[in-house]
């Protein structure tokens, strides 16, 4: 029998592993990879020695799947953030500590209590003073920081409708990369990264700015409150799938890059586009994948340093299971799902109590649960429930003897037949 050995990795293990074997291969120099992995110099050698000795299984965490040697006791914890609640209402994490253990005899140290009390919701991080802002020095390395962007604009000076430019530029060498569409959006900017990543890679991090594309404006659910995280846009999610991180720039002039690429473009590509009289959306990205090597040959630059940091896509990784809108949805008794005002009925029999509902760049919508495709069908919408309304008899010319009009016709009757009867 022939044994195969199969090692299982965590996508930011993947990555982390990208960046030794340059250290590795001498591509880069392993005080850069500790500025990359954000870890010491130190833990870089150990874990350089220790995938030189074990292979790429050297990289996985030693601690994976056990208990901390110092976690705190769940009732412990429990009862500091019940005294935090109650008795010790409105402290700040420094005074808590220092009163439940005075008090308490609970000894924790400030910050592990404040992080206990931002994910029960206890403590909010106070706003820091704003930083003086100064000129930032390009990244070293390609793919280590790639600036996108989306540019309103008629592109077509009115012989077609309105297109945007969804636009890419690395921080380090200036190349672009763009591709129009009908407007800026989630499939949109889920198409074009796509592209983006199987011409180039995946880079380390990507900058944009807060467009409600890329920064959900939506109200945090309860879980995302507990555990001190904002609700994340469809493309967030997917970036942090695939392990890209991603920054939001408060301002324009935070990612001039790819704003100046736009004024550069808006002159030069509007020009090329009038000389070959386009008029359409497919004969402007026809224009565009030949106008684009030029445009780099001409303005790129040489990068500080050699190596790439765009990593390869890995392999069997599916794309478009990815990039792609999911939504959660409770999957009824009668196996019936509602989505975007209309209702599909799954065929498959399944005990799922939620499914997902995902939204593909080429138009193709899929109904999944745990990776598995589910057959389903558009049907009508249920027909509503007929109201019987039943009809009630009245008597015509009759009312009941309990109305004020009636009593008093009575009671005068009566004394009539008594006056005449005394006569």
């Excluded at 919701?121 to 802002?133: A, D």
């Excluded at 995946?202 to 890329?214: A, E, G, R, V, W």
Aim: charged share 35%; net charge positive; aromatic share 8%.
């Amino acid at each position: 029998m022939v044994r195969k050995d199969i090692i299982i990795m965590r996508r930011k293990e993947l990555k982390r592993l990208h960046v030794i074997q340059k250290a590795i291969n001498k591509g880069i120099k392993q005080k850069e990879a500790s500025e990359l992995l954000k870890i010491s110099e130190r833990q870089i050698r150990r874990v350089v020695k220790r995938v030189r000795e074990e292979g790429e299984e050297g990289i996985i965490h030693r601690s994976r799947g056990r208990r901390a040697h110092n976690a705190t006791d769940e009732k412990i914890k429990a009862k500091a953030l019940r005294l935090c609640e109650t008795k010790y209402s409105g402290f700040g994490p420094t005074l808590a500590s220092e009163k439940l253990f005075e008090n308490e005899k609970i000894k924790r140290c400030d910050e592990t209590l404040r992080k206990w009390m931002l994910a029960a919701g206890l403590w909010q991080q106070k706003r820091k003073k704003r930083k003086h802002r100064r000129w930032r020095e390009r990244k070293s390395y390609r793919g280590e920081m790639v600036q996108m962007d989306g540019s309103h604009h008629d592109w077509l000076e009115g012989r077609g409708p309105w297109l945007v430019l969804m636009g890419y530029i690395d921080d380090a060498d200036n190349k672009a990369y763009g591709r129009f569409y009908e407007y800026e959006g989630t499939i949109p900017a889920m198409d074009s990264f796509k592209r983006y990543i199987r011409k180039k890679g995946i880079p380390q991090s990507i900058y944009f700015d807060n467009h409600t594309t890329y920064k959900s404006t939506g109200k945090a659910t309860i879980e995302e409150e507990l555990e001190n995280r904002d609700p994340m846009s469809q493309f967030e999610r997917a970036l942090s799938e695939l392990d890209v991180h991603f920054i939001h720039a408060r301002s324009a002039p935070a990612k001039g890059r790819v704003e100046r690429l736009f004024k550069t473009l808006q002159d030069r590509l509007v020009k090329e586009l009038r000389l070959v009289n386009v008029k359409t959306l497919e004969e402007a990205n026809k224009v565009l994948d030949n106008f684009l090597p030029k445009f780099n040959k001409r303005f790129s630059i040489n990068a500080n340093k050699k190596e790439s940091l765009y990593r390869p896509i890995p392999k069997g990784l599916d794309l478009d299971n990815i990039l792609c809108k999911q939504t959660k949805h409770v999957l009824r008794n009668d196996f019936t799902v509602a989505h975007d005002k209309k209702l599909y009925q799954v065929l498959d029999r399944t005990n799922a109590r939620e499914i997902d509902v995902q939204e593909r760049v080429n138009g193709q919508m899929l109904i999944v649960h745990k990776e598995q495709r589910l057959k389903f069908k558009e049907i009508g919408q249920r027909r509503p429930k007929q109201v019987v309304i039943k009809k009630v008899k009245h008597r015509i010319g009759r009312h009941p003897n309990n109305t004020p009009w009636r009593r008093f016709k009575i009671n005068a009757r009566h004394t009539k037949r008594k006056e005449l009867a005394f006569i």
